[in-house]
């Protein structure tokens, strides 16, 4: 394969404006910031990965994940070209069973804390649930070719959830619950 990113900088973006399928576009266009949150989101995501950690299904299912969010923000560039199917789907549901069958059931919502990873993980949760928002709106807009993308976004959030909760109980953490005012 040649090098695809020969030069980094081309100067075409500097009046706020990108190249997207051989048009100018905004680059505060909602199609531009749902792909930029999907970018952010996989930056989370490395982030997390690049934290300490012993479990390796985690390190794995980062992995599979960071791979999959490029392929979705690949989709939204070629719509025709479908990557998140209703499999990948389902491998996150499965993971996710599988992960909070091992926890304490909740009674109560938690705080986004912990250790690092723990909390690292709950940062990317909440940029996932953003990025799903951008979706949700831009498929308002422009119907998506693929609607396993929005039940992929839904079920990652869900996901990072459990997976904070995994990572905390990994280094014995407590998880602190909210605290209802009365």
Known sequence: MPDRLTKIYTRQGDTGYTTFRDQRIAKDDLLIDTIGSLDELNAALGL??????????????????????????????????????????TQLEQQLDSWNKTLTPLKEFLLPRGNQLSAACHLARTICRRAERYLVRLHRQIPLQNPEMLRYLNRLSDLLFVMSRILARESDEQEVMWHHPK
Request: proline residues 5%; negative net charge.
């Open 48 to 89: 997390v990965a690049a934290l300490p950690c012993q479990n390796t299904d985690v390190q794995q299912a980062l992995l599979t994940i960071q791979n999959d969010l490029f392929n979705l923000g690949g989709e939204l560039h070629s719509p025709l070209h479908i990557t998140i199917t209703a499999e990948k789907v």
